[in-house]
């Protein structure tokens, strides 16, 4: 893992070299248009939204949501999630087609083979998701309804230290509320026994 670490520094320093060069502002406004801030960005987005409420789905991370924060919230986001933020990704991405023009860099306009290096930055990271999907459905065994329903169900095994940490917590609540119990009983005895010794008082009087 260090190792990798390393290689992955080196290898990304390397990277940002050419970009602190006399030319590089035109490096960095080629990758910023066609891959921090382009399609690729939305893309992937757009797959992880779909895999998160669709196939997850969208109740169980509604659920999710309030064990981890404590409470339900508004049912806005429940929509957004499912319906809004697909269909507003679906939209600029074809409006992004629709409107496309050239990359430029104030009155430079960038060689064809610029866009094409541009778009090939954007597939770099575009293509692992249809490329995966077409990996999984040839290389799992069983009919192509079997592998597809296998592969959008989702298998989530909760790790042994949050099952424990999870058990832990409702124990703890359950002894809480044990001794909550046992205080309002202890009151409610007290106050009857108070009540009955004041009564005798007064028929003694």
């Not at 409702?170 to 509320?177: A, K, N, P, S, Y």
């Not at 108070?194 to 009564?199: A, P």
């Amino acid at each position: 893992r260090k190792k990798f670490t390393l290689g992955m520094t080196v290898f990304m320093c390397l990277l940002g070299l050419p970009m602190i060069t006399r030319g590089g502002i035109y490096v960095f406004q080629l990758m910023d248009f066609y891959a921090a801030s382009g399609l690729s960005l939305l893309w992937c987005v757009f797959f992880q939204t779909i895999a998160i409420c669709w196939v997850f789905g969208a109740k169980k991370f509604y659920l999710c949501i309030e064990e981890m924060i404590g409470y339900r919230v508004s049912m806005y986001w429940y929509v957004c999630w499912v319906f809004l933020a697909p269909a507003f990704m679906v939209f600029i991405f074809v409006f992004y087609f629709v409107r496309y023009s050239p990359i430029t860099m104030g009155a430079y306009h960038y060689p064809a083979w610029g866009e094409v290096l541009g778009f090939a930055i954007s597939l770099s990271s575009m293509l692992w998701v249809p490329g995966y999907a077409i990996y999984y459905l040839l290389s799992t065994k069983g009919s192509w309804s079997e592998v597809l329903r296998q592969g959008v169900t989702p298998v989530i095994k909760p790790r042994k230290e949050a099952v424990m940490a999870e058990e832990k917590a409702r124990l703890t609540c359950q002894d809480v509320r044990d001794v909550e119990m046992n205080i309002e009983a202890d009151l409610s005895d007290d106050s009857c026994d108070s009540y009955d010794s004041k009564r005798c008082l007064g028929e003694d009087l």
